[in-house]
T-cell receptor, first 109, second 114 residues
Framework: EDKVVQSPLSLVVHEGDTVTLNCSYEVTNFRSLLWYKQEKKAPTFLFMLTSSGIEKKSGRLSSILDKKELFSILNITATQTGDSAVYLCVRGSARQLTFGSGTQLTVLP | DTEVTQTPKHLVMGMTNKKSLKCEQHMGHRAMYWYKQKAKKPPELMFVYSYEKLSINESVPSRFSPECPNSSLLNLHLHALQPEDSALYLC?????????????FGPGTRLTVL
C-alpha cells in the first residue's frame, strides 16, 4: 500500500524542549522525502531529502533520511511557540506526492 | 518571483451559487495542481494540469470544473456545491509534472458552503 506514516500524531512540549518527529514511507517509486510546516494556511517547504545519511539543517531544524530503513526524522531544538504547527512528511515521486497525516506540534510558553 | 497567488482568500457561497477560484504563477512552471484540504487532514490532490492540458483528475465530482486558460493561470469553477465541500483549496505549481516533488504552494482559498 502506498503510505506515509508519521508519529506521533500530536505532541505538546514546553519552550526550550527538543522534539523529534518521525516518518516512515513505502519505497514504491521513491525519489525524495519532503518536510513541510503548515500553520493556518498553505504548507511551507522545509527540507527535501534524497540521499541517505546526509543531515540537512536550517537554524534549529534538521532532518535526515535513512533509505535502508525507509524513514526520516525531523528534529527541532530549543523549541519556540512559533514552532507550533502541523509538520507534514511527504514522499515525492515522479508525478505524485504522497502526504502523511501530519504531526500536530504544540509548544507551550 | 517564486510566488503562487490565489484569490480570493476567503469565500462563502450558497449551494446554488456559481463561483471561481483563481491561481496564478509567474515562475514559468508548466504543471499546476489543485488540492483540497479538510481540517486536520493532509491535502488531497484533485487535478493536475501539464502544459495547459488536464493530466490527472482524481475522480473529482463534476461540480468542480478546472480550467487552465494559459500557462500562468489556473481556475477552479464551482457550481452546486455541498456543505461538505467546505475546505481549504490549495493551488501549487512545479517546473513540470516530472518535478512534482518541487511544488510551490499558494496561500489557499478557505471556502465555506452554506
Amino acid at each position: 500500500e502506498d503510505k506515509v506514516v508519521q508519529s506521533p500524531l500530536s505532541l505538546v512540549v514546553h519552550e526550550g524542549d527538543t522534539v523529534t518527529l518521525n516518518c516512515s514511507y513505502e519505497v514504491t517509486n521513491f525519489r525524495s522525502l519532503l518536510w513541510y510546516k503548515q500553520e493556518k494556511k498553505a504548507p511551507t517547504f522545509l527540507f527535501m531529502l534524497t540521499s541517505s545519511g546526509i543531515e540537512k539543517k536550517s537554524g534549529r531544524l534538521s532532518s535526515i533520511l535513512d533509505k535502508k530503513e525507509l524513514f526520516s526524522i525531523l528534529n527541532i531544538t530549543a523549541t519556540q511557540t512559533g514552532d507550533s504547527a502541523v509538520y507534514l512528511c511527504v514522499r515525492g515521486s515522479a508525478r505524485q506526492l504522497t502526504f502523511g497525516s501530519g504531526t500536530q506540534l504544540t509548544v507551550l510558553p | 518571483d517564486t510566488e503562487v497567488t490565489q484569490t480570493p482568500k476567503h469565500l462563502v457561497m450558497g449551494m446554488t451559487n456559481k463561483k471561481s477560484l483563481k491561481c496564478e504563477q509567474h515562475m514559468g512552471h508548466r504543471a499546476m495542481y489543485w488540492y483540497k484540504q479538510k481540517a486536520k487532514k493532509p491535502p488531497e490532490l484533485m487535478f493536475v494540469y501539464s502544459y495547459e492540458k488536464l493530466s490527472i483528475n482524481e475522480s473529482v465530482p463534476s461540480r468542480f470544473s478546472p480550467e487552465c486558460p494559459n500557462s500562468s493561470l489556473l481556475n477552479l469553477h464551482l457550481h452546486a456545491l455541498q456543505p461538505e465541500d467546505s475546505a481549504l483549496y490549495l493551488c501549487a505549481s512545479s517546473q513540470d509534472e516530472e518535478f512534482t516533488d518541487t511544488q510551490y504552494f499558494g496561500p489557499g482559498t478557505r471556502l465555506t458552503v452554506l
